[in-house]
């Protein structure tokens, strides 16, 4: 997402990445005008409530068109037929070329009728002509558009980021066969397991909080006005503006006092129950007849895991479909807009997003919804960081990958070769390392002073965690030779917590030579000699190891097995780097403070946060390590 540089960081990029179409360069409002129509809609759905859309039709007659629409609750305005934006379109491209584009608000949102449901659950079994979901919604649009929208030429494709790339998703299953192409784009997921406001139960208190206070209040009907207001902190610091709510059911007392609904089901439902299983979309998934391209980012700190668990699920549910998976170097929706040439202190070395765009993006399209071009697209097209190459594979992950361990060693030492026997000649403790985690002084996500989220957390330099009492670290030796770790990271940990609950939070580091030279185009003076780049980090809430639906705490003191699956990554370790592994057990505020007491913690109370010792074991048989998956 783009970087804003004010507290309201996380809602101003949702605002400025979804509520327009994304284009490296503006179109420019004259050209929009001079060449497309606009008409405006409230189209019918099957059981009586109208949507608000948007059409713009290309002027030139000549030829027909296929259209390419997106569904969104970000608004499809400008609103007023004579009311144009600056941009139509994924990318200036389509524009150029010729699209009937189509904006829809969605069931309950702005112009649109009926109530506005979050990830609103599919249903498989339908036993009445008017029950809905966004299947049906986006069915019933694609009827409607086909019968009254002139010049088209019976081919639909359907595209959107982050949230519209839910709708994308949801909009596919039960295919209507007029979609010919769809694209979704960090769509969401599942929220309680990886995506958003959830990951593996532990909850992403400063994204959800600074999203919800914006983007949750409640729409009492159809409206036009764009009615956010940046959420006041009071104070630049993040940290301690959160530090300072001692307990989580403050929140909805003191800032959004019972008026956004979502918050309040949340913390009525802290285990995976059915109000969160029914919001998973992966299981319906099902009869998509479209060609599927879905797209998303390395570093996107929102729907990593919505992305990679959409093309999976869309492969393993329909084998014949033809379904694409692409991923880049970029954050939330970066691919959309800019070069894509560096994210944080890192650059590329090449124009990323330009060449998804021009490259992947279009083409897709054209093949699908225009017959043009040749070329077909690789069933995974992905960026290889640390060589900074664009790879092909045939599958995902590529057949050629191989299962290995990187396994914790006494010594803070990281190797591939598994602990030889338990405790050590060197008068270490034993079998496991240990830390004191003070939820009064929890572990920062990432160093400075900031409020919300910031989407860089998920690329960002470590040395500042590294350096805490309250973290072990792992790492290799200097690498003799380039290490490129593929797919899914497996955590497997030996552990044990003095108190009952605890948060694991495991974090896969390239560390940087130390003679490594600053880049050329330094604006933040970074150093980049030791510089230890997050290359996936995620976390698990302690009581849920064993099931998300039925919570158990810890026996005190008594080593326990935690294991959970990071999402995917595709990087490189270049020779004479390290690898390094970090954990901790908090990650503040990007994740809630952990009481590290068993309790519901939506209602716990300030006397249940209490301080923990944690040991990690790392010894023959009680082990602790990452599984990956590495190419020859």
Not at 243 to 255: A, N, Q, W
Not at 312 to 331: D, Q, Y
Not at 591 to 596: A, E, F, S
Request: include cysteine; charge should be positive; hydrophobic fraction near 35%.
């Amino acid at each position: 997402m783009i970087a804003c540089r004010n507290l309201a960081h996380v809602v101003c990029t949702i605002v400025m990445v979804l509520l327009l179409p994304a284009a490296a360069a503006a179109q420019g409002l004259e050209h929009v005008k001079a060449n497309y129509t606009k008409y405006e809609y409230l189209i019918p759905m099957r059981d009586g409530k109208r949507l608000f859309t948007s059409v713009y039709v290309p002027k030139d007659d000549s030829q027909t068109y296929p259209i390419l629409m997106k569904r969104t609750p970000y608004s499809a305005r400008p609103y007023g037929a004579d009311q144009y934006p600056e941009n139509l379109g994924p990318s200036p491209l389509f524009a150029k070329e010729g699209y009937i584009f189509v904006y829809q608000d969605v069931r309950g949102r702005w112009m649109s009728e009926g109530e506005f449901v979050h990830m609103r659950p599919h249903l498989s079994k339908k036993t009445k002509k008017t029950e809905i979901d966004e299947s049906t919604d986006t069915w019933d649009t694609v009827e409607w558009l086909l019968k009254q929208v002139r010049g088209h030429n019976g081919r639909i494709g359907i595209a959107g980021i982050s949230y519209p790339g839910f709708y994308t998703a949801a909009g596919i299953i039960d295919s209507h066969p007029a979609i010919k192409a769809a694209s979704p784009q960090a769509p969401v997921n599942d929220w309680f397991i990886g995506d958003d406001w959830h990951h593996n139960g532990a909850f992403f208190l400063a994204h959800m909080f600074n999203w919800m206070s914006r983007n949750g209040r409640k729409r009492p009907e159809p409206t036009k006005k764009f009615a956010r207001a940046t959420f006041d902190y009071g104070t630049p610091d993040g940290y301690e503006f959160y530090r300072r709510i001692r307990t989580l059911s403050e929140i909805d007392k003191k800032y959004l006092k019972g008026d956004v609904p979502f918050w309040l089901e949340t913390i009525r439902h802290g285990t995976y129950d059915e109000f969160w299983k029914s919001r998973n979309i992966r299981p319906h998934l099902n009869n998509v007849n479209a060609a599927v391209m879905t797209v998303g980012g390395w570093f996107d700190a929102e729907n990593l895991f919505g992305a990679l668990e959409t093309y999976k699920s869309i492969e393993a549910r329909n084998p014949e479909t033809v379904n694409t998976l692409v991923m880049g170097p970029w954050r939330h929706g970066g691919w959309a807009r800019g070069e894509g040439s560096f994210f944080g202190d890192i650059p590329f070395n090449a124009k990323t997003s330009e060449f998804y765009r021009e490259k992947i993006e279009f083409p897709f399209f054209q093949r699908h919804l225009k017959n043009k071009g040749d070329a077909k697209h690789p069933e995974a097209w992905v960026f290889e960081m640390g060589t900074n190459q664009w790879r092909r594979y045939a599958k995902w992950p590529p057949k050629a990958a191989r299962s290995k361990s990187l396994y914790f060693h006494a010594g803070e030492r990281l190797a591939f070769d598994p602990p030889a026997r338990n405790g050590d000649k060197n008068g270490d403790r034993g079998d496991y390392d240990q830390y004191f985690s003070d939820p009064n002084k929890p572990v920062p996500y990432m160093n400075g002073i900031l409020a919300g989220m910031k989407a860089e957390y998920i690329i960002a330099d470590q040395r500042f965690a590294s350096r805490r009492p309250d973290v072990l670290v792992y790492q290799t030796e200097e690498l003799e030779e380039d290490v490129t770790l593929v797919g899914p990271i497996e955590v497997d940990l030996t552990v044990s917590t003095s108190g009952t609950d605890s948060d694991w939070v495991v974090k896969l580091i390239d560390v940087y030579p130390d003679d490594y030279p600053d880049p050329a185009k330094n604006p933040t003076k970074v150093r980049m000699g030791g510089y230890q780049q997050l290359v996936r980090g995620d976390v698990i809430r302690g009581k849920f190891r064993k099931s998300m639906e039925k919570p158990e705490p810890f026996e005190p003191n008594t080593p326990s097995r935690v294991r959970f699956t990071m999402p995917d990554t595709y990087h490189c370790f270049r020779s004479g780097h390290r690898i390094m592994v970090q954990v901790q057990s908090s990650w503040f505020p990007l994740v809630d403070r952990n009481p590290q007491k068993f309790c519901d913690i939506f209602r716990a109370v300030e006397s249940d946060y209490q301080a923990a010792t944690q040991r990690v074991y790392r010894s023959k048989t009680k082990l602790s390590r990452l599984k990956v998956m590495v190419l020859p």
